[in-house]
């Protein structure tokens, strides 16, 4: 009886710290994505990839610029360059809660609201709230579950005041790298809905994701966000993510 | 302006030659059908199963830079609209051609030919001029102010394109017509703008065929327009001030122009030698000989001068998006008179001395699938709409319920839904008509990407309710689109 006790009573002591330690690998994968050891800014262009559930394959180019921000949201503009349809339209993040899009046919810069976040990004398996860069650990709460010598694997289950699309992800790490490389994502129902692989790669002195394929597992559609032509710590001025920018070609 | 256009044009086609060109465009092809019969209507005249309209547009546009500070832009939209007159009326005489489908007029507004061209836009853009962060646009081009999606209040620099309102083609609902203007933008830090827009004529909406007819020569009435002098002291402008203020966008703008669509100020008796010619401010004629007088009313138009001032916000409150506009209208003094040939001449006051116009709106996507998008809007004051004095709304008939009559309230909402990867987008829009009577308008489309950069968009408009509102005299005049587009 005694040894049950405390067997319970360690497990007891175990489950708050395996906890804390998801919190705080956590932490150090959001250092690496939006922290002190990310990039301060980022210009590239984005080759997303669109396959149907027939196969079908769509191709979309973006050009896309980032600035890490300390103590405040990230900021991030992105133009469509291809295809022919979207052309010249572009997104303007100053926050969380500030968002701006450019319709370039009529010239026109309009403010959208949060809410957006939800809708599919282009038509591709990723949503706006996946391509943000808000982090984790302000809405999710971390639990190490398993780790093997390459890996972490974390579950993190979100918080109750979040509003966040994921009841729950499980989030491998790659040790080397510090980096999520594979990501279950799961609907309020606590359903699979979307699996994340990520291929990390070190570009100068950081490691970033330069490949993720997101698959809608329901559906059964996939997308591939591809990274090129990577420029890190350029000093992106400030200038660039405005309205005046936007409208720019 | 003709020569600065000329000039604009050839600059268009040299600039490619200096640096790098981005080429685009598109072609498109649209076209409606009357889904009920109305053969004696008020706007159109028709039978279920009848063409409504027809056209094909090539649109090209060019863009390119000269240099890392200075860029330009240009569009040429090209129509050709087979079958243009669909429509001949009742009157037997071939001058009465007079529905509004044929107008669809874009560069000829009051014409129809079967093939037009019109230079939408073509512009400079110098970056940094003369000084930091001081941005000249000059040429043709489209300057929109306000917060509101797609019926703003305050968005007077470029008039609305009322030639094409009646097509029933969504993309010139509510459009708005680029104008020839030096645009100066100042920016301060990253959110706030300041910015002076020197128009250099006034600004007039490009007007339907069947206009004329629809204010005058239905009623037995000539009909003859007042513009001002093409000079400099007749030219317009417009102030902004734009920045953020407590995460919301805001901004305080001044207009100082002129009314975009015509303003009936006057009725009196008339008399002509017949003439079969038609003079520039004699729209409607009827041909009598040389020498015989026909005596009949004509109607007044002119473009007063109007100075708007205009506040503008756009945010959010937990998730749901919110915006707004207000403009406070201020119209030149203008007098109004009406002699019916029976005693003295009334004399009156046209406006009321300054009165507002409104909208505010949200939106928000609900969580279901891709999520279903809402966006509604509450509007007082439609684009045409005037606050008249009581005399004149009485002695010249512009009541509410009329186009360019007095103001009303709208209700104007529409819901998207994306799917199969957001080729697919189902809309159900609408809106309520809420003057002496209610109307209720319903617009739903469906919109497929066939593939990259080829969609297909079918739709209908329908208007039900009472019939003496502005858009329930519509209601016979039930509507189903086809567009393809393609861009390239």
Request: hydrophobic residues 40%; proline residues 4%; contains cysteine.
């Amino acid at each position: 009886m005694r040894k049950k006790i405390m067997v319970i009573a360690i497990l007891g002591l175990l489950v708050p710290l395996f906890a804390s330690d998801g919190n705080a690998i956590l932490k150090q994968v959001e250092r690496r994505l939006i922290g002190d050891l990310a990039p301060v800014d980022m210009h590239a262009t984005m080759i997303m990839t669109i396959v149907d559930s027939h196969g079908n394959k769509k191709i979309r180019e973006i050009e896309s610029w980032e600035k890490n921000n300390k103590d405040k949201d990230d900021w991030r503009v992105m133009k469509f360059r291809k295809p022919a349809d979207v052309k010249g339209v572009g997104f303007l993040v100053l926050a969380d809660d500030q968002m701006y899009i450019y319709l370039p046919e009529f010239h026109r810069i309009r403010r959208i609201a949060s809410h957006s976040k939800k809708e599919s990004f282009m038509g591709s398996d990723f949503s706006y709230e996946d391509m943000g860069t808000s982090g984790f650990s302000k809405y999710y709460e971390a639990k190490l579950i398993n780790e093997t010598p390459e890996y972490y694997v974390l579950e993190l289950k979100r918080k109750p005041e979040a509003d966040k699309p994921y009841s729950k992800i499980k989030m491998w790490i790659k040790k080397e790298s510090m980096l999520p490389v594979k990501m279950e994502l799961y609907d309020n129902s606590g359903e699979l809905t979307k699996l994340a692989e990520e291929v990390v790669k070190k570009v100068g002195k950081y490691w970033i994701p330069v490949k993720i394929k997101m698959t809608s597992v329901k559906k059964g559609t996939y997308t591939v966000l591809e990274m090129t032509n990577i420029e890190l710590d350029k000093g992106l001025k400030a200038s660039i993510f405005t309205k005046r920018f936007l409208k720019r070609r | 302006m003709r020569k600065f256009f000329s000039l604009m044009l050839a600059l268009i086609i040299l600039l490619p030659l200096m640096g790098e060109t981005e080429i685009s465009g598109r072609i498109k092809m649209f076209s409606s059908l009357f889904l009920s019969d109305n053969v004696n209507g008020q706007f159109f005249s028709h039978e279920s199963g009848e063409f409504a309209f027809k056209r094909i547009e090539l649109r090209f546009q060019l863009q390119g830079d000269i240099s890392e500070k200075v860029s330009y832009g240009a569009r040429l939209d090209t129509f050709s609209s087979p079958d243009a007159i669909f429509s001949t009326g009742n009157s037997g005489y071939s001058i009465y051609q007079w529905s509004f489908p044929e107008a669809g007029s874009l560069g000829s507004p009051e014409k129809t030919e079967p093939f037009e061209i019109n230079l939408y836009e073509a512009y400079i853009k110098v970056s940094d001029f003369l000084i930091k962060n001081l941005d000249l646009t000059v040429g043709k081009q489209r300057i929109s102010w306000g917060t509101a999606d797609k019926v703003n209040v305050i968005d007077n620099l470029n008039p609305v394109d009322f030639a094409n309102f009646l097509t029933f083609d969504p993309d010139y609902f509510n459009e708005r017509r680029p104008q020839a203007a030096f645009n100066f933008e100042y920016y301060i830090g990253n959110q706030t703008k300041l910015q002076a827009v020197w128009l250099i004529s006034r600004q007039y909406s490009p007007l339907p065929q069947g206009f004329s007819y629809l204010m005058a020569g239905q009623r037995g009435f000539y009909y003859s327009v007042r513009k001002e002098k093409n000079t400099l002291n007749n030219t317009n402008f417009g102030l902004r001030a734009s920045t953020v203020v407590l995460n919301t966008d805001v901004a305080l703008s001044w207009y100082h122009g002129n009314f975009h669509f015509p303003v009936l100020y006057g009725l009196g008796p008339v008399v002509f030698y017949g003439d079969s010619s038609i003079s520039e401010q004699q729209l409607f004629f009827v041909p009598t000989g040389d020498t015989v007088p026909v005596t009949g009313y004509e109607m007044y138009f002119s473009y007063p001068a109007l100075d708007v001032v205009g506040l503008s916000f756009s945010g959010e409150i937990a998730s749901v998006g919110f915006w707004g506009e207000i403009g406070y209208y201020m119209p030149e003094k203008t007098e109004g008179f009406l002699n019916m040939g029976m005693g003295p001449t009334l004399s009156f006051d046209l406006f009321e001395k300054g009165y507002f116009k409104y909208v505010i709106g949200a939106d928000y996507t609900i969580g279901v699938g891709n999520g279903v998008y809402l966006n509604a809007q509450f509007v007082h004051g439609f684009f045409d709409e005037r606050d008249y004095s009581k005399e004149a709304e009485r002695l010249l008939n512009l009541q509410r319920g009329q186009f360019f009559g007095e103001i009303e309230n709208y209700i104007i909402a529409r819901a998207e839904y994306k799917m199969l990867g957001d080729n697919l987008k189902l809309s159900l829009g609408g809106f309520v008509e809420m003057g002496e009577g209610t109307s209720y308008a319903f617009m739903p489309s469906v919109e497929l990407r066939v593939k990259d950069a080829l969609t297909i968009e079918a739709g209908a408009f329908s208007v039900s309710g009472d019939r003496n509102t502005k858009f329930g005299s519509f209601n016979d005049d039930k509507i189903c689109f086809v567009a393809l587009k393609l861009d390239f």
